[in-house]
């Protein structure tokens, strides 16, 4: 597993779908599986934000001078 979190959620979710695929899957743990993929997904979608913030910042740079603000700015 990668060091990025990113990845690291999005690598889980691949595997939570695969689970949820299969049909030997109780009703429990794919319950379960559905709830942990729902956050993931909300952590991932969170992280590709503020990423895409940052991104912005870089670009909107009114002097056009590329540089990185932090969000928390």
Request: aromatic share 2%; net charge negative; no cysteine.
């Amino acid at each position: 597993m990668s060091g990025d979190p990113l990845s690291a959620d999005l690598q889980r979710l691949e595997e939570i779908v695969r689970a949820l695929d299969r049909d030997d899957l109780d009703l429990d743990r794919a319950l379960a599986l559905f709830e942990e993929g729902v956050g993931r997904l909300k952590t991932a979608k969170e992280r590709l934000s503020e990423a895409e913030a940052r991104v912005e910042r870089v670009l909107e740079d009114a002097a056009g001078v590329l540089r990185l603000t932090q969000l928390d700015e």
